[in-house]
C-alpha cells in the first residue's frame, strides 16, 4: 500500500511540474569566482598571508632544529650536567609546544581571514544568480559542480548554461567561447601547478 502511495505521490509531482513551464539552469561557483576580479584580489591576499605565516614558522622550525641538533650534540658530551641537559631538554619540548599551537592560531587566523573576505563575495555571486533565475523565468539554477568541483551532471548542454549571464550580472563581461578559453586555461595551469608540486 505505502508502494502504491508514493507511486502516486510521485505521479502527482512529475504531472505537476508537466503542467507547469519548467525551465532549468545551470553554473557553479568553480566556474565563475576565478572571473571575478574582487575574488581573486581575496585569494591574492590569503595567499601572501599565508607564505608570511609560513615563513614565519619554518623560520621558527629551523631554528627549533638547530637548538635540538646542539642538545643531541651537547648530551654526547663528556662533560655534559644532567641537570642542565634536563632544563634545555624541557625549554626544547616547551618551544616545539608553542610552534605547534601557533600553527594551529596562523590556521585559524586564515580561516577566519578567509571567511571575512569571501563571505561578502560568495554572497553577491548568489544574489546575481537569484537575479539571472527571476529575470530569465528559470524554475531552478542548479550547481553543476560539488563541494570538491567535481561534476554533478551526467548529461547537460551548454543551452542551458547560465554562467555568462551571472559574470554579466556581476559586471564580468564575457562571451561564452571566452569563458571556455579562460576556463580552460585555468585548467591547465591548474594541472601544471599540480604537476610541479609532485616533483
Known sequence: MKKIFLLLI???FTASLQAQDVKIGYTSAYLILPHVPAYMKAQDSLKKTETTLT???MEKQKDFEAKVKKFEADRQSPNAIPVLLQT????LQKLQQ??????DLYTQELQKMQAKLQTPILQKVKTAIE????ENGYTFILSSQDGMGQD????????INVTVLVLNKLGVKMTAAELEAANAKLEAEAIAAEKAAQK
Request: charged letters at 30%; glycine letters at 4%; zero cysteines.
Open 55 to 57: 615563513n614565519t614558522l
Open 88 to 91: 634545555r631538554a624541557n625549554e
Open 98 to 103: 608553542e610552534i605547534t599551537q601557533e600553527r
Open 10 to 12: 510521485l505521479f502527482a
Open 152 to 159: 554533478n551532471f551526467l548529461f547537460s548542454t551548454d543551452k
Open 131 to 134: 537575479e539571472v533565475g527571476k
